[in-house]
């Protein structure tokens, strides 16, 4: 085990083991703490990964806690990796007006180029390239990646997919931020950490980066209808507009009556385990 690795807390679960982790984060300069979920296949053999990026205010915990997702991943030999939303600690910059949307548990899956974020602030390397590095080198997985996310997070989901080609096998999200540039959340956070120039925001924008995709994974997307945060936050229907432009597998369902909760990730959830699991062993998807 890699020697700076040091064990929070392990609950045996569904035949498996979900236990979390600090570390000393060289992208991030700060401790991190990550959840993984080991099924029981993992005791006798490598095991691929559905790596999971939590939303607005989300810790490691959220998902784990209750998207209700181990029954069946234990079920598929799937591993479940969940980092932390944002860097953290005394030295870390956050938010200096304290708003929920901006700083700890906001860090907006990018790579900041402004300061005071920039030396904290990229949560893309550390989730693309840190995290599963750490991950393959410490736990018996391969290196075969899915990723998926939640609002913030299915925005991250899609733009680590989108930027780093073949790194990944699968791509879904829940309610996905489409488009940072076009909505509050995304002006306020990427006006932070990338600077005033909304042209840079480009790279890490969902419906930006899908009309220049050179990897075409085929991405499940739902949507509750009834999501407060629908017109104002989250606009799927640009990313669906990115995706015809384009021509990019999108499947696109907006589910009646469901909102922003765990409530809606749990009712779908094992639809996004068996659409990675099927890339994950190698299977089409279509």
């Not at 076009?182 to 480009?202: F, I, Q, T, V, Y």
């Not at 229907?237 to 990019?248: H, I, S, T, V």
Request: proline share 6%.
């Amino acid at each position: 085990m890699t020697a700076d690795l040091t064990i929070v807390s392990t609950n045996r679960s569904f035949g498996g083991w979900h236990k979390r982790y600090r570390h000393t984060s060289r992208a991030l300069g700060c401790d991190m703490v990550f959840a993984v979920f080991l099924p029981p296949q993992a005791e006798t053999e490598k095991v691929p990964v559905l790596y999971w990026l939590s939303g607005l205010t989300c810790t490691d915990e959220n998902f784990m806690q209750k998207a209700g997702a181990q029954k069946l991943a234990a079920e598929l030999g799937i591993a479940i990796v969940c980092p932390d939303t944002s860097p953290r600690g005394d030295h870390v910059p956050a938010d200096p007006e304290q708003h929920w949307d901006f700083g700890y548990g906001a860090g907006f899956y990018v790579d900041a180029t402004q300061q005071p974020w920039a030396r904290h602030y990229r949560m893309h390397d550390y989730v693309t390239r840190e995290l599963p590095d750490l991950i393959e080198a410490t736990f018996p997985v391969t290196g075969r990646r899915a990723i998926s996310g939640h609002s913030m997070g299915g925005h991250g989901a899609i733009v680590c997919a989108l930027r780093n080609p073949r790194r990944y096998v699968s791509v879904s999200a829940f309610a996905p931020i489409a488009s940072p540039l076009n909505c509050p959340w995304g002006e306020k956070a990427l006006g932070h950490l990338l600077g005033a120039d909304r042209s840079a925001w480009k790279d890490w924008d969902s419906a930006a980066l899908i009309q220049s995709a050179c990897e075409k994974l085929p991405l499940l997307v739902d949507q509750g209808d009834a999501d407060s945060f629908l017109a104002t936050q989250l606009k799927p229907e640009l990313l669906m507009q990115a995706a015809q432009a384009a021509g990019y597998p999108l499947t696109l369902r907006m589910q009646p009556g469901y909102d922003h909760s765990y409530y809606f990730i749990a009712s779908f959830i094992e639809d996004h385990l068996r659409h990675h699991a099927a890339a994950l062993r190698g299977q089409t998807i279509s």
